[in-house]
């Protein structure tokens, strides 16, 4: 209610933080020079790929309404946009899943309506952009912004999941299809007779589980035992576009017997044709929608708005999260209020909106950090070390480590105490709690406890918008693409929003038996498999899976399936009032965590600088992020297990505890 009473605050704090960094915006991302171009031209591709994926998606889904040419111009206008007014510049905005969800919807019921139909639909849409404009414009004067909170972890990854999971279906309809007619195709025609189709339909088999397998092989090439670490890297962050460069040049290899129409490729008009052009004055058919339909669009409005809002947020949120220790101030009010306007400029000229997306922005965020200079990390080992073998006390290494920080580091001493309060409150845990046994500091587990530091400016942001916007104008190439290889896209994106995803965590734990969890307690894990018994994990996780088929069924719905966003909405009053009946408070506070909370394994290889077997190792800035990252860009929090931390004091670790009375019954 303290909102309500202060109209505007949120936005005009947000835009006085930002003005005071506008132009320090600019200047850092200008003496950066050439240092901003591999960011730029990874985040590029992150972003361009997708957005041509859906826009193939949506051409389908509208039956050649909507196409690529327009999902890459708003990705691209939206992007220059944002890049030069926004409150945020490490925000990427795109066109993303929910919005083609959304408009495949608005599609399916305009098309075959008196007074709407095809010719109509466009100008439906963008009174559909009007109304959502209006509502994000109250959101943000009304600081809801504010409430984001509500939606905990539960309700973020229930939308994660769903996305991955629709991805899915996306590819394996594209691959069915590609045994099948196009719509509105001549069936006589000679590449659509029933051994061209299956010639068709296992070329495509190949080129997407191809694509598919490939992609996510080279995802993780950083892990890779051969090639050196600049090899290695390269191949990390451009392996996925490089992989649909090399299937579409092997899809021109099979046999000149084939029609030239096999493999089939994205079907969409190039930008300078008329096909393109009709949507930018859609402005002048909005005025032939009647009043009744006009009024009907506050429905759609509605849920579109509340999903931006989400969505937006979430992903803002997660480029800046406290633990890339940014600089300077956010601006969740602010751009929310420019959301809602760049949502009415793409309604006003046809284009499917834009909005915040994930995981392409905190990919922005992390591409941008780099830890603290590796040479700074072996003095640090090398000092802890040294205290170690004096038996000095954890106050004293830790003063230790951090003189050798402030000595070859050039920020003010206030700013070193507060990017080294982790790594104090790690090395001091036994002191502060009082412990007569000294709990002494691992040196070598140091790496999550680096400050990371971020080049915040707005230059890459604008950069990769421009290249996108370039690309409108690449589509003869972007048409050769077989459209088999972007249903392997499809696939890769859903299998690789997994990992660090802890409801999919918890499904597969559903299938580990009891008498198997102490194998999960030797690799890293997430906290809550010590601090939460089986039996509230399993039925946390339950309850999620039942929840998650009701959004997912929602989807399925023909009409009413435009109010698929409406259960997250509920998951709030659910999760604040009938979660915390069925769960203990701390159990719940554990599965839905604020944090992606990791607890090291069994000991292992470290990332030490040097090894008395092997001499000095190569280990890159990027390989340390990657393996403190999550899928979805979200940095781990890296924590002590709780058998060291409960050790003496007489607490039980419900894994180990299971499986000591299943041992005990079987005996």
């Known amino acids: 209610m303290e909102s309500l009473k202060s109209p505007f605050k949120g936005v005009v704090n947000d835009i006085r933080g930002r003005a005071k960094c506008y132009k320090d915006d600019w200047t850092c991302g200008f003496r950066s020079g050439i240092g901003l171009l591999a960011p730029t031209t990874y985040i590029f591709f992150a972003s ?120 899915i279906q996306e590819a394996v309809k594209g691959m069915v299809k590609e045994f099948e007619v196009p719509k509105n195709e001549n069936s006589t025609s000679e590449q659509y007779q029933f051994h061209w189709l299956y010639v068709n339909g296992l070329l495509g088999v190949i080129f997407t589980f191809g ?34 460069v090399v299937w579409t040049a092997m899809s021109f290899g099979v046999p000149r017997k084939l029609p030239s129409e096999i493999p089939r490729r994205l079907v969409t008009p190039l930008a300078w044709e008329s096909a393109s052009l009709h949507h930018w004055t859609v402005i002048k058919d909005m005025g032939k929608v009647s009043p009744t339909y006009i009024f009907a669009a506050f429905i759609p409005a509605l849920m579109v708005a509340g999903l931006y809002f989400f969505d937006h947020s979430v992903a803002s949120g997660m480029a800046q999260q406290k633990e890339f220790n940014l600089k300077k101030p956010s601006a969740y009010h602010y751009d929310i209020l420019l959301l809602g306007f760049m949502t009415l400029l793409c309604g006003l000229i046809g284009l499917p909106p834009s909005n915040g997306v994930l995981p392409q922005s905190p990919m922005h965020t992390k591409s941008l950090a780099v830890l603290k200079g590796l040479m700074i990390r072996r003095k640090m080992v090398k000092s802890a070390k040294e205290s170690i073998k004096k038996k000095a006390s954890n106050t004293e290494i830790y003063g230790k480590i951090q003189a050798v920080f402030v000595e070859m580091d050039s920020s003010p001493v206030t700013c070193v105490e507060k990017e080294l309060e982790s790594l104090k409150e790690i090395i001091l845990k036994g ?51 077989p459209t088999s290889v972007l249903w392997g896209y499809f696939a890769y994106m859903a299998i690789d929003s997994l990992p660090g995803n802890q409801f999919w965590e918890r499904i597969l734990l559903l299938f580990v038996t009891p008498r198997r969890w102490y194998k999960l307690l030797e690799g890293d894990h ?44 509920v998951l709030i009053l659910v999760r604040k009032y009938i979660l915390p009946k069925l769960f203990n408070p701390h159990h719940l506070s554990e599965l839905d ?52 931390e409960r050790h003496g004091q007489g607490l039980q670790i419900y894994p180990d505890e299971i499986v000591c009375e299943n041992e005990s019954s079987e005996s």
């Open 593 to 644: 965590r604020a944090e992606y909370e990791e607890i090291a394994g069994a000991p292992r290889l470290s990332f030490s600088m040097e090894s008395p077997s092997f001499g000095s190792r190569e280990v890159s800035d990027s390989e340390i992020l990657d393996e403190l990252t999550t899928s979805r860009g979200e940095l781990k929090v890296r924590t002590v297990s709780f058998r060291e």
């Open 48 to 167: 361009a790929l997708p957005v041509i994926a859906f826009g193939e998606q949506l051409n389908r889904d509208t039956d050649g309404r909507l196409s690529t040419v327009e999902t890459l111009a708003s990705t691209a206008i939206c992007g220059i946009i944002h890049s030069i007014f926004g409150g945020q510049p490490l925000l990427i905005v795109g066109v993303a899943e929910p919005t083609i969800i959304m408009y495949t919807y608005l599609y399916n019921f305009a098309k075959d309506r008196d007074g709407l139909g095809q010719e109509l639909f466009l100008a439906w849409a963008g009174w559909v952009c009007v109304w959502t404009a209006l509502l994000l414009f109250l959101l943000a004067i009304f600081n809801a912004a504010s409430i984001i909170n509500r939606f905990t972890r539960v309700a973020e990854e229930l939308f994660g999941m769903l996305i991955a999971v629709l991805f």
């Open 431 to 481: 002191e502060d709690k009082g412990d007569n046994k000294k709990d002494t500091f691992d040196p070598e587990k140091i790496d999550a406890h680096l400050p990371v530091r971020v080049n915040e400016q707005r230059v890459s942001n604008l950069l990769q918008a421009l290249f996108v916007g370039a690309s409108v104008f690449a589509m003869p190439i972007i048409k050769k693409i």
């Open 211 to 244: 694509l598919l397998y490939t992609a996510l092989k080279s995802r993780r090439a950083r892990s890779w035992l051969y090639g050196t670490g600049w090899l290695r890297s390269f191949i990390a962050d451009y392996g996925v576009p490089f992989m649909v």
């Open 526 to 569: 997430a906290s809550f498999v010590e601090s939460v018994p089986i039996r509230y994990i399993i039925f946390f996780t339950i309850f999620q899976c039942v929840y998650f088929l009701v959004c997912f069924g929602m989807t399925w719905i023909p009409t009413a399936g435009i109010l698929f966003p409406l259960p997250f909405f």
